[in-house]
């Protein structure tokens, strides 16, 4: 007992110093498309008992990734990121969402290991967070169209997948110039349940309109460019006639039937609620 209490001793005094500078990291799924974006969140916490200073030092990165491929390959990064310096204060965390697809080859079929990492130059050490996994799969394509483009020349063609998750079906988009082997993007457009196929339609300005039921009675409408961007994403409620995309005379596309439904929000201070063409156009929700 007398030889075991130093030892309890020494591993108390030393713990502390593990716990300097806390980090974690999360995905919000763990199964993801191949070139769909790959959103890590990484969470930083000062446990160091006063306000720290993160920063680069000489060829030193204050913040980096470890990532490892199937067999346990290590990836070099695509392009180095210069991350700024940062000031954390004591007892507070600092939470940033990075896109793993724009800084690793992560878009070949398989698993990942994932590990941040956050370097201390006040003690000239690394902390590390827990390792995750995530993979990378494929989607069922079922729509497909090759479509030129208006300025610049060049093809583009959209596709539409599907992939099935756990408690899910979610619609996914695909922007690619095959001829040069190029994925401008590849995202979600919402989840997708089996009343109705995705209808698909390409307007005079060969951009991709596409409508799918959501949910009972509710229709997701989006708008995809040539560039890959989503130009659009509102939804639709069915009222005494079922949405549908609709081409006019002019070679525009629309919606016909249904209802454009905007969630009601509370006015405060006298101020009229926003409305949703108000806000900017954006991805969907993560599923």
Same mark, same amino acid.
């Given at each position: 007992?007398?030889?075991?209490?130093?030892?309890? /001793?020494?591993?108390?005094?030393?713990?502390?110093?593990?716990?300097?500078?806390?980090?974690?990291?999360?995905?919000?799924?763990? &199964?993801?498309?191949?070139?769909?974006? +790959?959103?890590?969140? +990484?969470?930083?916490?000062?446990? /160091?008992?006063?306000?720290?200073?993160?920063?680069?030092?000489?060829?030193?990165? %204050?913040?980096?990734?470890?990532? $490892?491929?199937?067999?346990?390959?290590?990836?070099?990064?695509? +392009?180095?990121?210069?991350?700024?310096?940062? &000031?954390?204060?004591?007892? $507070?965390?600092?939470?940033?969402?990075?896109?793993?697809?724009?800084?690793?080859?992560?878009?070949?079929? *398989?698993?990942?290991?994932?590990?941040?990492?956050?370097?201390?130059?006040?003690?000239?050490?690394?902390?590390?967070?827990?390792?995750? +996994?995530?993979?990378?799969?494929?989607?069922?394509?079922? %729509?497909? &169209?090759?479509?030129?483009?208006?300025?610049?020349?060049?093809? #583009?063609?959209?596709?539409?997948?599907?992939?099935?998750?756990?408690?899910?079906?979610?619609?996914?988009?695909?922007?690619?110039?095959?001829?040069?082997?190029?994925?401008?993007?590849?995202?979600?457009?919402? #989840?997708?349940?089996?009343?109705?196929?995705?209808?698909?339609?390409?307007?005079?300005?060969?951009?991709?309109?596409?409508? &799918?039921?959501?949910?009972? #009675?509710? %229709?997701?409408?989006?708008?995809?460019?040539?560039?890959?961007?989503?130009?659009?994403?509102?939804?639709?409620?069915?009222?005494?006639?079922?949405?549908?995309?609709?081409?006019?005379?002019?070679?525009?596309?629309?919606? /016909? *039937?249904?209802?454009?439904?905007?969630?009601?929000?509370?006015? #405060?201070?006298?101020?009229?609620?926003?409305?949703?063409?108000?806000?900017?156009?954006?991805?969907?929700?993560?599923?």
């Amino acid at each position: 007992m007398k030889r075991f209490l130093p030892c309890a /001793a020494l591993f108390l005094i030393a713990l502390p110093g593990h716990a300097q500078i806390q980090v974690d990291l999360k995905f919000k799924r763990l &199964q993801y498309i191949a070139y769909e974006p +790959v959103i890590a969140t +990484v969470t930083i916490t000062n446990l /160091a008992g006063r306000d720290i200073d993160l920063h680069d030092d000489n060829d030193q990165h %204050w913040f980096g990734f470890e990532v $490892t491929a199937n067999e346990g390959r290590t990836l070099g990064p695509l +392009v180095q990121v210069p991350e700024p310096p940062l &000031q954390i204060a004591a007892g $507070t965390s600092v939470t940033r969402k990075i896109d793993l697809g724009k800084r690793f080859p992560v878009s070949d079929l *398989g698993v990942y290991h994932v590990r941040p990492n956050v370097y201390f130059a006040d003690l000239n050490k690394y902390f590390y967070a827990r390792a995750k +996994v995530f993979e990378v799969t494929t989607a069922r394509p079922i %729509w497909q &169209q090759t479509v030129g483009v208006p300025t610049g020349g060049g093809e #583009r063609t959209y596709s539409l997948m599907t992939n099935r998750f756990a408690d899910h079906t979610s619609l996914y988009a695909r922007v690619e110039d095959k001829a040069n082997g190029l994925v401008y993007s590849t995202y979600s457009l919402g #989840r997708l349940i089996s009343f109705d196929e995705p209808h698909a339609e390409i307007d005079r300005d060969n951009q991709l309109h596409v409508l &799918q039921c959501s949910a009972p #009675r509710l %229709w997701a409408y989006s708008v995809v460019g040539l560039d890959g961007k989503l130009l659009k994403h509102v939804s639709y409620a069915e009222t005494r006639s079922t949405p549908r995309l609709r081409r006019m005379a002019d070679g525009s596309v629309a919606v /016909a *039937g249904g209802m454009l439904d905007v969630p009601v929000v509370p006015a #405060r201070n006298g101020k009229a609620a926003p409305k949703l063409s108000d806000r900017p156009a954006d991805l969907p929700a993560e599923d």
